[in-house]
């Protein structure tokens, strides 16, 4: 594992680093520019939890190179697939203005990357900055293909916080001793829940809690009295995270690339693809004190890893191989102390541009769902809840991505991959929470499997409640959307009801990613502005897969500035059919 630190002296040289970073803060590159990376998917040899193996990673390294761009730069990275495995790359919370063949997510706005195959994305960060990542989007490779995308303000421009001595860069993530491609295979094949990760792990390191890990463990230096900045990233697959330092309190002040309100805690919970900037002081006795990592886990009867990941937050002078002062997290179930971080964040500035007149009003319910088993080898099979087949579904209707990308079928007009009906209220409305039919697995299968989509008109300004549901248990999904990033106008417990639900328009966080509360909802609002085919999905891989997840297409406006352009001439194809490929070849446009 590369280290992560660093001085400002070696600033000039950032873009050749290929290493994680820590950086003394003092002046940005100039904005405007165009930074280029190399990335090769590779097979790499990795020795943990006392057992070797190799896994995917990017250039060798667990976690990937740290990505480095400024406001407005340009970001230019080619992908060569030296694997046997089809790779796409997915920079999460990045907009993707008018770049949506560019966003990642396999079969939605491209096809993967095929072994020998290379693919070269090309992007502009307008008007965003902060802390994001990237990670692979197709299969469960995003267990071990990911990395770091920080995006600087332009230069001149100051944090609206007192500028840190340093900043860390810290992903949360999960690891398995098995070959994750094959998990997949063998969760998928099961019709049954996934197998828990073998470890946590921050900064790719389990840290001292696990077996043969004493020295696999990432450790901060700090110096008494100074302020780090550390830049948290939720890069772990199927379960949401606590995170806290012993006796140390963190400020956050920013949540999925965008400022907040200064806000202090003892604790936060990330759940996958959320990111977060705390500040923290180093304002106690010299020592060593534990950063730690440890499950949120609001669902009934699943299995989880229930061992913390350690990593040292560790004062110049103090003695050294010390015992490390223990980090207090929350019992795994607390949705108070969840409710409690998501109640703190607040948009810096006040009041924000979110939409008050709706156009389009949505109401998506999300939860799992269990099929009825069809096999003949049952207990092979249909391993899910009284030997049932598990799903997911938003509204009922669990996603099957084609064999396609949804963009190039709509861009291109080729019938038969999607459909534009997705529904924008659930079938029938009852009481989601409490009186959902729980016969398992009776009443409880989604009503239809597909490629169903909903299409928006371009500047509709949309509402989108999203309700959990207990058919099979209720759960705190974390929902994602390609593409925007929206305002989170309210959120409660039970069903949604708009005479009793209160909204914050003045200044609501402005994210990408939302916890729907476990046996809640969620209110969001934006504007359909940025034409292409987004991707919707819960964050827990488990649930993405199972279904849970479906597609908005953002038609086209006026003119260029409005309108999706050209696909680049580089763009994977999928192989899936002779007749598809006369058709391809007749590349036909929308526009």
């Given at each position: 594992?590369?280290r992560f630190?660093?001085?400002?002296?070696?600033w000039a040289?950032?873009?050749?680093?290929?290493?994680?970073?820590?950086l003394?803060?003092?002046q940005?590159?100039?904005?405007?520019?165009t930074?280029f990376y190399?990335?090769?998917v590779?097979?790499t040899?990795?020795?943990?939890?006392?057992?070797?193996k190799?896994m995917?990673?990017?250039?060798?390294?667990?976690p990937g190179?740290?990505?480095?761009a400024?406001?407005?730069?340009?970001?230019?990275?080619?992908v060569?697939n030296?694997?046997?495995?089809n790779?796409?790359?997915?920079w999460h919370?990045?907009?993707?203005?008018?770049?949506?063949?560019?966003?990642?997510?396999?079969?939605i706005?491209?096809?993967p990357?095929?072994?020998?195959?290379?693919?070269?994305?090309e992007?502009?960060?307008?008007k965003q900055?902060?802390?994001?990542?990237?990670?692979a989007?197709?299969?469960w490779?995003?267990?071990?293909?990911?990395?770091?995308?920080?995006?600087?303000?332009?230069?001149g421009?100051?944090?609206?916080f007192?500028?840190?001595?340093?900043?860390?860069?810290?992903?949360?993530g999960?690891?398995?001793?098995?070959d994750?491609v094959q998990?997949?295979?063998?969760?998928?094949?099961s019709?049954?829940?996934?197998?828990?990760a073998?470890?946590?792990?921050?900064?790719?390191?389990?840290?001292?809690?696990?077996?043969?890990s004493?020295?696999?463990?990432?450790?901060?230096?700090v110096?008494s009295?100074?302020?780090?900045m550390?830049?948290?990233?939720?890069?772990?697959?199927?379960?949401?995270?606590?995170?806290?330092?012993?006796d140390?309190?963190?400020?956050?002040?920013e949540?999925?690339a965008?400022?907040?309100?200064p806000f202090?805690?003892?604790?936060?919970m990330?759940?996958?693809?959320?990111?977060m900037v705390v500040?923290?002081?180093?304002?106690q006795?010299?020592?060593?004190?534990s950063?730690?990592?440890?499950?949120?886990?609001?669902?009934?009867?699943?299995?989880?890893?229930?061992?913390s990941s350690i990593?040292?937050?560790?004062?110049?002078?103090a003695?050294?191989?010390?015992?490390?002062?223990?980090?207090?997290?929350?019992?795994?179930?607390?949705?108070?102390a969840v409710?409690t971080?998501?109640d703190?964040?607040?948009?810096l500035t006040?009041p924000?541009?979110?939409?008050?007149?709706?156009d389009?009003e949505l109401f998506?319910t999300i939860?799992?769902?269990?099929?009825?088993?069809?096999?003949k080898t049952?207990?092979k099979?249909?391993?899910g809840l009284?030997?049932?087949?598990?799903?997911a579904?938003?509204?009922?209707?669990?996603?099957?991505?084609?064999?396609?990308?949804?963009?190039?079928?709509?861009?291109?007009?080729?019938?038969?991959?999607?459909?534009?009906?997705?529904p924008?209220v659930?079938?029938?409305?009852?009481?989601?929470?409490?009186?959902?039919?729980?016969?398992?697995?009776?009443?409880?299968?989604?009503i239809?499997n597909?490629?169903?989509t909903?299409?928006?008109?371009?500047?509709?300004?949309?509402?989108l409640?999203?309700?959990?549901?207990?058919?099979?248990?209720?759960?705190?999904h974390?929902?994602?959307?390609?593409?925007?990033?929206?305002?989170v106008?309210?959120?409660g417990?039970g069903?949604y009801?708009?005479?009793n639900?209160?909204?914050?328009l003045?200044?609501?966080p402005?994210?990408?990613?939302?916890?729907?509360p476990?046996?809640?909802?969620?209110?969001?609002r934006?504007?359909a502005?940025?034409?292409?085919?987004?991707f919707?999905?819960?964050?827990?891989d488990?649930?993405?897969?199972?279904?849970?997840?479906?597609?908005l297409?953002?038609?086209?406006?006026?003119?260029?500035?409005?309108?999706?352009?050209?696909?680049?001439a580089?763009?994977?194809?999928?192989?899936?059919?002779?007749?598809?490929m006369?058709?391809?070849?007749?590349?036909?446009?929308?526009?």
């Amino acid at each position: 594992m590369v280290r992560f630190s660093t001085s400002l002296l070696l600033w000039a040289s950032l873009l050749l680093i290929l290493g994680y970073n820590v950086l003394v803060m003092a002046q940005w590159p100039s904005g405007g520019q165009t930074r280029f990376y190399d990335f090769k998917v590779q097979s790499t040899r990795v020795a943990k939890l006392c057992t070797s193996k190799d896994m995917v990673t990017i250039n060798g390294m667990f976690p990937g190179p740290v990505v480095y761009a400024q406001e407005d730069d340009r970001v230019i990275v080619k992908v060569t697939n030296e694997t046997p495995y089809n790779t796409t790359i997915h920079w999460h919370g990045v907009r993707q203005k008018l770049s949506c063949w560019f966003d990642g997510p396999s079969y939605i706005t491209q096809c993967p990357i095929q072994a020998g195959q290379s693919f070269t994305y090309e992007f502009t960060m307008v008007k965003q900055k902060g802390t994001f990542f990237w990670h692979a989007h197709v299969s469960w490779l995003r267990a071990t293909v990911y990395g770091a995308l920080i995006v600087y303000p332009k230069t001149g421009v100051p944090y609206p916080f007192k500028v840190p001595y340093e900043e860390h860069i810290i992903i949360l993530g999960e690891y398995w001793l098995q070959d994750v491609v094959q998990l997949e295979h063998d969760t998928a094949a099961s019709g049954g829940p996934p197998t828990p990760a073998s470890a946590f792990t921050i900064n790719g390191h389990p840290g001292p809690n696990y077996n043969c890990s004493n020295n696999d463990v990432y450790q901060i230096d700090v110096v008494s009295g100074k302020t780090y900045m550390l830049r948290l990233v939720h890069a772990g697959l199927n379960v949401e995270s606590f995170f806290a330092i012993a006796d140390h309190n963190l400020t956050i002040v920013e949540a999925d690339a965008e400022y907040t309100k200064p806000f202090t805690t003892d604790r936060v919970m990330l759940g996958p693809g959320q990111t977060m900037v705390v500040l923290v002081t180093a304002d106690q006795p010299q020592g060593k004190y534990s950063m730690a990592m440890g499950p949120y886990m609001s669902a009934k009867g699943v299995k989880f890893q229930n061992i913390s990941s350690i990593a040292y937050f560790q004062y110049l002078g103090a003695v050294p191989n010390s015992f490390s002062l223990p980090a207090k997290l929350p019992s795994f179930n607390d949705n108070l102390a969840v409710k409690t971080v998501m109640d703190g964040l607040r948009s810096l500035t006040a009041p924000v541009n979110v939409p008050r007149k709706i156009d389009s009003e949505l109401f998506v319910t999300i939860g799992l769902n269990v099929q009825k088993c069809h096999s003949k080898t049952p207990k092979k099979d249909c391993q899910g809840l009284n030997n049932g087949v598990m799903a997911a579904s938003m509204n009922n209707i669990s996603f099957v991505k084609p064999k396609v990308s949804v963009l190039e079928a709509y861009y291109k007009r080729i019938n038969g991959y999607f459909t534009e009906d997705f529904p924008k209220v659930p079938q029938k409305f009852y009481d989601f929470v409490n009186g959902a039919p729980n016969s398992i697995p009776n009443n409880t299968e989604a009503i239809s499997n597909g490629t169903r989509t909903l299409v928006l008109e371009y500047g509709t300004r949309v509402q989108l409640i999203l309700q959990d549901t207990g058919t099979v248990t209720t759960e705190n999904h974390p929902i994602h959307l390609h593409g925007y990033t929206f305002y989170v106008v309210g959120y409660g417990t039970g069903n949604y009801s708009p005479q009793n639900a209160s909204f914050n328009l003045v200044d609501p966080p402005y994210m990408n990613t939302i916890g729907v509360p476990v046996g809640g909802w969620a209110a969001i609002r934006f504007i359909a502005d940025n034409p292409g085919v987004w991707f919707m999905h819960c964050h827990l891989d488990i649930h993405q897969s199972w279904g849970l997840g479906t597609v908005l297409v953002v038609k086209n406006g006026k003119g260029k500035l409005e309108s999706l352009p050209h696909p680049p001439a580089d763009l994977p194809q999928c192989y899936v059919a002779t007749s598809f490929m006369l058709i391809r070849s007749l590349r036909i446009n929308l526009f």
